[in-house]
C-alpha cells in the first residue's frame, strides 16, 4: 500500500529554528493496533518518502499500542486513591492526562505508588509557590506519556488508556535498522509541550527535536498521521 505526504489542517509544514529551516510531513497510515509491528509500520508507509539527512518521527501511542500498552478503560479498576489524587490533576484542552481515576491508577501501577505520592507532595508545594511541573519531574516519563481517550481521540482508542511505550530507545533502534538507517525518535508532542522518549542514535540532539516539532505538526484529533518526516530545507 502507497502512502503520501501531509500537512495537517491549521498546521504549518516549515518551521524555522536558530535560523534554520525544516520541513516536517506528516504520514497517514492505517489505525495501528497489536496486531502490527512498528517497524514494519515504518517500512510501509515512510520508506518510499525518505531522502538522505531524514530523520523519521513515530508517535509514543502509536508504539505503544503495537506493544499491547493500550489498556481499556472497562479493564481498569481505580482503587480510592487513585480517585482522590487525580483530582488535583490540572486540567487542559489538549488531553486528560492523570485526570481522571482510570489514568491515576495506570500512573500507580506504572511508577509505584510511593512515587507518585511523592511527586504529588512536591507538586503541592510547587503550587504554594507558583510553580507547576514538578510531578511529571519526578514521577517520569511514564506518568507523563499516559493518554486517557477524549473527545477527539481516534477510535477505537476513545475507549483505552494508553501507557507509555517500553524501551524506547530500542524502538527507534530497530526502526531506524529496518529502513536503512536512517535516524529516527519516538515522540510525545502534543499542542502544550512535548519531548523525545527515545532516539536510534545517542548523537541525536532531542532539545533540537523538541523545537523542531513543538507546534504538534501530526496533530492532536483524528488526522491519522502517527509519524512524520524532519527534513532540513536547502
Not at 516519563?141 to 499516559?146: G, L, Q, V
Amino acid at each position: 500500500m502507497s502512502s503520501g505526504t501531509f500537512v495537517n489542517e491549521g498546521k504549518n509544514s516549515i518551521i524555522e529554528v536558530d535560523g534554520v529551516k525544516y520541513d516536517r510531513l506528516a504520514i497517514k497510515t492505517h489505525v495501528i493496533g497489536d496486531g502490527d509491528i512498528i517497524e514494519d509500520v515504518v517500512e510501509k508507509y515512510v520508506a518510499e518518502h525518505l531522502q538522505q539527512g531524514d530523520i523519521v518521527f513515530i508517535t509514543e501511542k502509536a508504539v505503544a499500542c503495537t506493544q499491547k500498552r493500550a489498556i481499556p478503560m472497562k479493564d481498569i479498576h481505580p482503587r480510592p486513591l487513585a480517585r482522590f489524587l487525580c483530582k488535583f490533576v490540572l486540567k487542559t484542552p489538549y488531553g486528560i492526562g492523570l485526570g481522571i481515576p482510570e489514568t491515576m491508577e495506570m500512573a500507580l501501577q506504572e511508577c509505584g505508588t510511593i512515587r507518585i505520592l511523592f511527586a504529588a507532595a512536591v507538586s503541592a508545594v510547587g503550587k504554594l509557590f507558583g510553580i507547576r511541573g514538578w510531578f511529571y519531574n519526578i514521577a517520569g516519563y511514564k506518568a507523563r506519556a499516559i493518554d486517557g481517550p477524549c473527545d477527539f481521540t481516534l477510535p477505537p482508542y476513545n475507549e483505552y488508556v494508553v501507557l507509555a511505550p517500553a524501551d524506547p530507545d530500542g524502538v527507534s533502534k530497530k526502526v531506524s535498522d529496518k529502513i536503512g538507517g536512517y535516524q529516527v525518535a519516538v515522540v510525545d508532542i502534543n499542542d502544550l509541550e512535548g519531548q523525545i522518549l527515545g532516539v536510534s542514535e545517542a548523537s541525536m540532539d532531542k532539545a533540537l527535536l523538541v523545537k523542531i516539532l513543538k507546534d504538534n505538526p501530526l496533530g492532536q484529533c483524528s488526522e491519522q498521521t502517527p509519524m512524520g518526516i524532519i527534513r532540513k530545507v536547502q
